[in-house]
């Protein structure tokens, strides 16, 4: 385990009480050794003076050396000083406290060979007789002769301890007093880096830093304070910085029309936008940060995202098309899938080419119906051509009834060219409406339909159709619309009407109006159509009867030129119809602003 640092109190408190230890220490060792030092200098001083005076009553007494040693034992025997009388040769003649004869030659205690050499000898020992510590000095007398003083130390041991005592005494009462500056000048010293760390924590969080206003505060601190401040400033511009640039980018992911995923390295899904989780399926509670298989459900894309993942370096880039869901939710996706192969990210951004796709096959389609359309009036001009080639020209009656079909053929084929064209110049001007509404006229309704109401009256006459109106509009019905256009689109639907309803039947052309629109619409009371043809009438080259429709000369191409005309003008064009209850086709179109 790793030991923790120690607190800045800590550190302080520690350190103040370990400087007053030594110091104590060191004083009390100091105070010890001097006091030593001066007890030994004033026991030396007595010894010596009484040497001295020892000396002076050996060499003036008159008494024999005999009678020294009794008179030494009778004066000096309880006194703390003990006296020793000593022969040039180291034998002891005379001494205070101890018997002679026990005691041994003394000319090799350093204190005694000193005087000889010097003329005094100082010496500190342990007795072994007495058992403590002796001082002794000892001086040479001018007949060669030692008289020697000593005296024991244990008086100094007694001062010491009592001295060591009151030291120890002091101590405790410097240590409490010591303990509890050091504690408060600890605290004093660390509170406001305290402070400071804990506002620099939440700097972290991006907080702004509060600076310290407290005079007491140290000047280092101050400036750290300030220091911590400015960064802090700066730290913030910087998060405002990145924030708005990710609320920018996030914004950007969400208003994009292309789906964007990010897988990283450990397969976590780490951003997705919108427009993903609707193709893909993919509610938006679902949280990000999660493994990607588990959100995306498709296999297919799984794949793709395993084979970047897997990253041989081959395979940084793919490009695929995926086909997601069936029938009317099919969804067609072009992804263009890349590897990062640094921290090993993935990304895939994901257009839907479903409309695309279907433009591209109707496309495809309409050209295969055009050609084949084409081909059979070609086909059958061709045969009745090389059939009067062979001989049939010669012929009066065969020649006029074949060249009536070959007119009728070419005639057709030029409505079906005209139609086609017809078609084309609407998809043109539907793909470019918003700068193209210059053909656009402000017409009136009213005088408009019955204009082209007159126009059909022969026609219907033609196939025995009795064609009514029934207009009823506020005066001045105004509207705007591309007059040749949508005149177009009501032929074709009267066209159908009085030729599809059969003889006798009744078609009638009429308008309404709503607040805000004006219907038109034409009813017939003819076969009907089917509901299941409903979807699809309005698509290219759909027909319910074929042969019917042909020989009728139409191409196919009528409601289909209808349904874009209307939806140019911004409107709407429903049927209602059942077989056997007649057809009623709706245009509504909205009245100007
Ligand atoms: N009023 C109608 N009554 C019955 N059938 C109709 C009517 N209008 C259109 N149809 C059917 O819808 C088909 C498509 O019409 P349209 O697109 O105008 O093509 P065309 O008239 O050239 O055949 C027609 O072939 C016909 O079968
Ligand atoms: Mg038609």
Redesign the pocket.
């Known amino acids: 385990m790793k030991k923790s640092n120690p607190s800045f109190f800590a550190q302080i408190f520690f350190s103040i009480m370990g400087l007053i230890l030594v110091l104590g220490v060191l004083f009390s060792l100091n105070s010890i050794i001097h006091l030593r030092r001066m007890y030994f200098a004033s026991v030396r001083r007595e010894l010596v003076s009484t040497s001295e005076a020892f000396s002076r009553i050996y060499k003036e007494s008159e008494i024999s050396l005999f009678s020294m040693d009794s008179l030494l034992k009778k004066q000096y025997h309880d006194g703390g000083i003990r006296y020793t009388l000593i022969q040039p040769d180291g034998q002891v003649i005379a001494d205070s406290h101890n018997d002679i004869d026990a005691m041994d030659n003394h000319k090799t205690r350093p204190e005694v060979r000193h005087a000889f050499a010097s003329g005094w000898g100082y010496e500190v020992r342990f007795s072994a007789t007495e058992g403590v510590h002796h001082k002794y000095v000892a001086r040479r007398n001018n007949d060669g002769s030692i008289t020697r003083t000593s005296r024991p130390l244990d008086q100094l041991l007694d001062s010491l301890w009592s001295y060591t005592a009151s030291l120890i005494l002091l101590f405790l009462f410097l240590g409490g007093v010591g303990l509890s500056l050091s504690f408060f000048l600890s605290r004093w010293i660390s509170r406001p880096i305290e402070i400071l760390k804990n506002r620099a924590e939440k700097l972290g969080e991006g907080d702004v830093f509060t600076p310290l206003a407290d005079r007491r505060v140290s000047r280092e601190i101050m400036d750290l304070s300030r220091i911590l401040d400015r960064a802090s400033q700066t730290l913030k511009k910087r998060f405002t910085s990145v924030r708005t640039h990710k609320d920018r980018l996030r914004t950007i992911l969400s208003e994009m029309i292309e789906g964007v995923v990010a897988v990283n390295a450990e397969r976590e899904l780490f951003l997705i936008n919108s427009r993903a989780r609707q193709m893909l399926d993919i509610s938006s509670d679902t949280s990000q940060g999660r493994e990607y298989y588990k959100i995306i459900r498709h296999i297919e894309i799984q794949q793709i995202i395993d084979t970047l993942l897997a990253g041989d370096s081959v395979q940084t880039m793919i490009h695929e098309e995926v086909t997601l869901g069936r029938g009317e939710n099919e969804r067609i996706y072009r992804i263009n899938g890349k590897a990062l192969l640094d921290p090993g990210d993935v990304f895939l951004v994901i257009h839907d080419i479903t409309a695309l796709k279907r433009l591209e096959n109707m496309r495809r389609d309409f050209a295969g119906n055009v050609s084949h359309e084409l081909r059979t009036p070609l086909t059958s001009i061709k045969g009745f051509v090389e059939t009067l080639k062979d001989g049939a020209i010669t012929d009066p009656v065969q020649s006029v009834r074949f060249l009536t079909i070959i007119d009728e053929e070419v005639r057709r084929l030029n409505t079906l060219i005209e139609?086609i064209l017809t078609l084309s110049r609407v998809e043109q001007q539907e793909e470019a409406l918003s700068d193209n509404s210059a053909d656009t006229e402000r017409v009136n309704l009213c005088d408009f339909l019955n204009e082209l109401y007159g126009l059909y009256t022969d026609r219907a006459k033609k196939y025995s159709v009795d064609l009514r109106k029934d207009i009823h509009l506020a005066p001045d019905p105004l509207v705007d619309i591309r007059p040749g256009l949508f005149s177009l689109a009501v032929k074709?639907?009267l066209?159908?009407?009085v030729?599809?309803?059969g003889e006798n039947a009744v078609?009638t052309l009429r308008a309404r109006e709503r607040q805000d629109e004006y219907i038109v619409s034409?009813q017939?009371t003819?076969?009907?159509?089917d509901p299941v043809?409903h979807d699809r009438?309005?698509e290219?080259?759909?027909?319910?009867?074929?042969s019917?429709?042909?020989h009728?000369?139409?191409?196919?191409?009528?409601?289909?030129?209808?349904k874009h005309i209307v939806s140019l003008h911004g409107g709407k064009i429903i049927l209602e119809?059942e077989p056997g209850q007649?057809?009623i086709?709706t245009i509504t179109i909205h009245k100007p602003l």
Do not use: Q
């Open positions: 139609d074709n639907l066209d159908n009407a030729k599809y309803s078609v034409v017939d003819g076969p009907g159509i043809h009438l309005f290219r080259f759909y027909r319910v009867d074929k019917r429709s042909r009728m000369g139409g191409t196919g191409l009528g409601l289909s030129i209808v119809s007649g057809s086709f």
